[in-house]
């Protein structure tokens, strides 16, 4: 068999596709994989160049493969698609994500180690936790308007609506409305503890972590902010300068110039990271 050095893996749920190619850039192996042989497939190779887009469990399988031996690279999905040279189908998108592979200007992005990606789940389940909270406090001021009780948006300004929804002999509810609002006040505690437990965890990785810890001696930065950017950059040695980082992040403005006019848009956000940068700005994230 001809021995293959370079291959492009389409991911996916169950069915993945692979295209091996040996040193000259020639296919040799075109085919599906269920989920359960790909560890097989890949097991049974020697050492080669494997890509694959950066997209939803793309880390998990990159680590995966270099634990085999393999050489692993990340290729933004918004770099593959140029290449695809038909229509979209499994088949054409492994192809073209080899041939986005071989570029000699293509831009990878670095593989995410396990404790990484779990302090982003930290972050992001405590980013779901304060859109619920939000949800409830938005309730309770709705509902609670239809009735004359009115407040300004925040959590400390909805306490003094939980005053009223939790003292029975205030008159201003009738009962069904306050046993109905009871619920989403019980609800809108749990959520909050369960928010300060995540910040608790992210202390703690927090206070383990040089970089982190570097990061919050910087004015204006404190955990939330510090940890989203260590668990998520991983090593800053990777780029050239601030100024790249900067723009990986997402703070330059996005091009669009021609003719030599230039023309700056909005921020280009971390959206297609699967990180919402302007989460970072704020500590929701």
Request: glycine letters at 8%; a positive charge; hydrophobic letters at 45%.
């Amino acid at each position: 068999m001809t021995k293959i050095t370079t291959v492009g893996l389409d991911l996916a749920k169950s069915v993945f596709q692979v295209h091996c190619a040996d040193e000259d850039g020639r296919p040799v192996v075109r085919k599906k994989l269920r989920r359960a042989q790909v560890i097989g497939f890949f097991s049974e190779l020697e050492p080669c160049l494997i890509g694959m887009e950066a997209c939803a469990s793309a880390h998990h399988w990159a680590r995966a493969l270099q634990a085999l031996g393999h050489e692993v690279r990340l290729i933004p999905p918004q770099y593959v698609k140029p290449f695809v040279k038909t229509n979209k189908n499994d088949a054409a998108d492994a192809e073209a994500i080899f041939e986005a592979l071989l570029r000699p200007t293509m831009r990878f992005a670095p593989v995410k180690s396990a404790d990484q990606q779990a302090v982003l789940t930290l972050h992001r389940s405590r980013e779901l936790l304060v859109r619920q909270r939000t949800m409830l406090i938005n309730a309770l001021r709705g509902h609670c308007a239809e009735f004359g009780l009115i407040a300004a948006q925040g959590l400390g300004n909805a306490a003094k609506l939980i005053e009223i929804i939790d003292d029975h002999n205030d008159d201003r509810l009738p009962e069904l409305a306050r046993e109905a609002l009871g619920f989403l006040v019980r609800q809108l505690r749990d959520v909050q503890g369960q928010i300060k437990g995540l910040e608790k965890r992210l202390k703690a990785w927090h206070l383990s972590s040089e970089a982190s810890r570097r990061l919050e001696a910087i004015p204006g930065v404190g955990v939330i902010t510090a940890t989203a950017l260590v668990a998520t950059v991983g090593d800053a040695s990777q780029f050239k300068s601030g100024r790249q980082l900067a723009a990986w992040l997402g703070l330059v403005p996005k091009q669009n110039s021609s003719g030599g006019k230039d023309r700056l848009k909005h921020r280009a956000l971390m959206l297609n990271r699967g990180f919402p940068f302007s989460e970072i700005c704020d500590s929701s994230f």
